[in-house]
């Protein structure tokens, strides 16, 4: 019963929309500017189905075809959103939402069981990925616009922020074949499964709890993320850093796990910056050193590792290092004891966690951290295998809602579902 009442209101809803839609049937007289400067003549009236969140409506409106380029048009279809898409900018609204939370069958479920939408799974996944990969693609021009001056972000409302981090973290997302082809990687075959996508979580902080912790923004977090090189991403964290008012703001501070590339990169960009090896990450690594060494410490294994971690906390690099050449390894484990060590020596000044600690800072991303983790986790999810512009579109997603600038994707001109060779022309 509830069903049918459902299905009937929908039907309503749809003949209304479609009556309203009929109202105008885009006609702007025998010729029509074409988007490109040209003059598009009238040919006739054709008709096109479009989804909607009250289900497919029937529109018949006025084509116009532009000689010059060579196409058809049609300028009502620009003017309701749906000149590249049959699916309505509200429904694909819907979809993305959908699809950037749970996988493309479960959206597709969803959007069915709640609202009524029947949409196969593929074309779920096109239009999120389509506006996800719009929404990237826009956050690059808005980068480069950013770094070349031709934008220049307000500062920051209300008071100053005392600090900025950027937390960095990179991790793999299992992709097709052809974009892992000739790339080597940790598989017995040797060949690659993933691509690794570099993710950045910024927020700010200012002031600290009683107990002189420091605690985090409200409503300050925003993310990126980006399969593209270090160089690259580099330039989207510098323009992201920027938006966020890192010029304007007392003291920037780079979160990492201690991989080269994120501090080549803040060196690179934010020289001014602190630079932090999360302590979660140096923690695991003192893990994994009591692990190697768990034969030879025998049944003080937990002690030595209780008492290393203490060094750590305290940011005593050389008490570390000392009790790690103290153990007495041959051979291959020798060399990678000196491995495992070398990654306190080389980052020992950005290991001085007590120092940070006594300035008011954070040295570990924790709750960030889970942040950036929940958006990998989306690509993660057993059996999935993504293509980079998939991969990309829905990182973006989940980026654009942590961020709280969710609607900004609805809100660009054209920017939603051309395809890349239709972007490039535009711009
Ligand atoms: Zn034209």
Redesign the pocket.
């Known amino acids: 019963m509830e069903l049918a009442i459902r299905t009937a209101m929908l039907k309503l809803g749809g003949r209304l929309l479609e009556d309203l839609l009929g109202l105008d049937a885009g006609h702007r007289g025998p010729r029509a500017g074409?988007?490109?400067?040209?003059d598009?003549e009238f040919i006739s009236y054709r008709a096109k189905t479009i989804d909607t969140v009250v289900g497919p409506v029937r529109l018949r409106r006025a084509w116009y075809h532009?000689a010059?380029?060579g196409?058809g048009l049609a300028p009502r279809d620009a003017e309701l959103g749906t000149e590249r898409s049959s699916l309505s900018p509200g429904l694909r609204k819907m979809i993305a939402r959908a699809a950037a939370t749970v996988p493309f069958a479960r959206a597709a479920g969803l959007l069915a069981e709640l609202a009524g939408i029947e949409l196969t799974v593929k074309r779920t996944e096109r239009s999120a990925e389509a506006d996800g990969t719009a929404a990237a693609r826009a956050i690059s021009a808005e980068a480069d616009a950013i770094r070349s001056r031709r934008v220049v972000p307000l500062r920051p409302a209300g008071p100053l922020p005392d600090k900025l981090y950027l937390a960095v973290d990179g991790t793999g997302i299992p992709v097709v074949a052809r974009e892992a082809e000739g790339r080597r990687g940790k598989a017995d075959d040797g060949k690659a499964r993933t691509r690794e996508i570099k993710l950045a979580c910024l927020f700010t902080q200012t002031r600290l709890d009683d107990d002189g912790k420091p605690v985090r923004d409200p409503s300050s977090t925003t993310c990126l993320a980006t399969f593209e090189p270090a160089g690259q991403f580099g330039v989207l964290l510098d323009a992201e850093a920027r938006r966020r008012g890192i010029e304007h703001i007392r003291q920037p501070v780079v979160l990492g796990d201690g991989a080269a590339w994120i501090w080549t990169l803040a060196d690179q960009h934010f020289p001014a910056a602190t630079q932090i090896v999360d302590l979660y990450h140096a923690r695991e690594h003192l893990h994994d050193l009591a692990n190697l060494a768990a034969r030879l410490l025998a049944g003080h294994r937990d002690d030595w590792l209780a008492t290393r971690l203490e060094e750590l906390d305290a940011g005593n690099t050389g008490a570390i290092l000392a009790a790690g050449r103290n153990l007495d390894f041959t051979g291959s484990l020798a060399a990678e004891r000196d491995k495992a060590l070398a990654y306190f020596e080389h980052n020992a000044h950005r290991m001085r966690y007590q120092h940070f600690k006594s300035l008011g800072m954070f040295v570990g991303s924790g709750v960030v951290e889970a942040g950036c983790k929940s958006i990998g986790q989306r690509l993660k999810l057993s059996g999935m295998r993504w293509t980079l512009a998939g991969a990309t579109g829905i990182a973006t997603l989940r980026c654009q809602d942590a961020s709280h600038r969710w609607d900004e994707i609805w809100q660009r001109p054209h920017s939603q579902t051309a395809p890349p060779h239709l972007a490039s022309q535009a711009s």
């Open positions: 074409c988007g490109n400067g040209h598009a532009c010059a380029c196409r």
